[in-house]
């Protein structure tokens, strides 16, 4: 037979059809949509699992949903569900929901619901609902709803509610609600509400409110902080503190401080301070105690019992009035209203406040009794080293062993006098007092007694 061109493709043709299938090119087959396995290959790029079922399992990705006795590994992607006994592992990103009874382990983002007994770990980013008995951990970005048993701790930042039974970690901002057992830690700033029974810190800003059973710790304070025991803002505060001690701001700018014991601003206070103690080197607004300090100038008003300020020209309001120019000297001297008398007196410009105490007081008897008192008067020099002095008294009287049918066991007092005061050297000098006094029961609406006043004395400093 003569062989032509067209012959031989025919020939050829035919034999390639007659070829077993095994020797054609092969397609690439997905991996069975449903396997009950002890352990797949890690390293197959084709195997995809879309349902799994087994005690643990190792596969490049994880479409689906995975469930195993021990463990479920996904060297890449987990999109679906994960649920293991013991681990789920994801390599790179978890998107849907990854239960576990110890673990769960995410190499890159965390984007669902991830809940274990004991620990989940993210390398970057965790979204969504995070959830443990133990420890959370999150290389990068907490967002969503976090629930810790013992700690949550953020690489960065964290956005949203996060509850924890010990402590509250952000290695950088803290945005929204963050409540712990024990501590709340951002290194820099808040931007929402600290709630713990220990301790809040934000290590740069916080904007929002602390409020802790112990302590709060911010550099700068935008809002309201809120303690058992102590606030301290590092710089500059705008906003409230209040706790059961002592609240401390560097400097304090259209804020106030309310405390019980202490208040205290290092550098300028603008606002008001409230509480038994208040300091500040530079007071524009109010402080109200029972001492009030400034070591500046004041721009206000100063309440309490007692006043100090290096500016003579502020506003006090209380019964001793300190400034650099108020002079501090000792009376002693006797009478009859009470015997032996000692008293300290604080003397400005026009103006002096008294505090003393004398003894015995109703009669010359050997019976014990005695009077605190505080009074407050004017004063004028008539000639040189010749004043004259006018002044108001209240005395609290008590009468100990003096109580009988007739005098109880305390009264009070209301008495002005009138005083001559001569100084021979400026340390030293003689005063004598005339005036009223008019004595009351403290528990009924009667008189005890009223009569004359005539005391003799000298001053001291």
């Keep these: 037979m003569r062989l032509n061109f067209q012959n ?7 034999i390639t059809l007659s070829l077993p299938a095994s020797a054609q090119p092969k397609k690439k087959r997905k991996s069975p949509n449903v ?20 005690l643990l399992t190792n596969i490049y990705q994880v479409k689906g949903v995975g469930i195993n006795l021990i463990s479920s ?8 569900a994960q649920i293991s006994g013991l681990a789920n592992i994801a390599g790179q990103t978890m998107n849907g929901v990854q239960l576990a009874g110890i673990t769960n382990i995410n190499g890159y983002n965390t984007n669902g619901i991830a809940t274990s007994g004991l620990i989940n770990l993210t390398g970057n980013n965790a979204n969504g609902l995070i959830f443990t008995g133990g420890l959370n951990v999150t290389g990068k970005s907490m967002q969503g709803l976090v629930l810790g048993g013992l700690i949550n701790v953020a690489g960065e930042d964290t956005k ?14 803290k945005k929204g609600l963050a409540v712990s057992g024990l501590m709340n830690v951002n290194a820099r700033d808040l931007k929402g509400v600290q709630i713990s029974s220990l301790l809040n810190v934000s290590g740069n800003d916080a904007i929002g409110a602390q409020i802790s059973a112990l302590g709060n710790v911010s550099v700068n304070l935008k809002g309201l902080q809120i303690a058992g025991v102590s606030n301290i803002v590092a710089a500059e505060m705008t906003g409230l503190q209040t706790c059961a001690a002592v609240n401390i701001a560097m400097k304090m700018d259209k804020g106030v401080q309310i405390a019980p014991l202490a208040n205290i601003c290092m550098q300028g206070m603008g606002g008001a301070q409230i509480g038994l103690g208040n300091y500040a080197t530079k007071v524009k607004g109010t402080q109200i105690g029972l001492l009030n300090i400034c070591g500046g100038e004041v721009k206000g008003v100063q309440i309490g019992l007692i006043n ?20 501090i000297q000792m009376l002693v001297y006797g009478g009859n209203a009470a015997k032996f008398n000692a008293a300290v007196r604080f003397q400005n410009k026009l103006t002096y406040t008294m505090l003393g105490m004398g003894t015995p007081y109703l009669h010359l008897d050997d019976k014990f009794s005695g009077a605190l008192f505080y009074r407050a008067g004017l004063h004028w020099e008539i000639v040189k080293n010749l004043r ?9 009287i008590e009468n100990f062993e003096n109580k009988d049918d007739n005098t109880p066991e305390r009264m009070y007092s209301l008495q002005a006098r009138v005083n001559l005061e001569y100084h021979f ?34 001053v001291l400093f």
């Design 308 to 327: 100090h300020s290096k500016d003579t020209s502020t506003i006090k309001i209380g019964l001793v009035n300190v400034n650099p120019k108020t002079r």
């Design 425 to 458: 050297t400026k340390k030293f000098g003689l005063f004598a007092s005339g005036g009223y006094g008019v004595t009351r029961y403290y528990d009924k609406n009667k008189m005890y007694e009223k009569k004359p006043i005539i005391e003799f004395g000298i």
């Design 73 to 80: 590994t996904a060297k890449t992607k987990v999109s679906g």
């Design 388 to 396: 004259l002095s006018g002044d108001l008294g209240y005395y609290h």
């Design 160 to 173: 949203g509610i996060s509850i924890t039974g010990l402590a509250g970690i952000s290695g950088r901002d």
């Design 8 to 14: 031989i493709t025919l020939i050829l043709f035919c």
């Design 35 to 54: 396997s009950l396995n002890i352990g797949k290959s890690i390293n197959d790029s084709t195997k995809t699992a879309y349902f799994n079922l087994g």
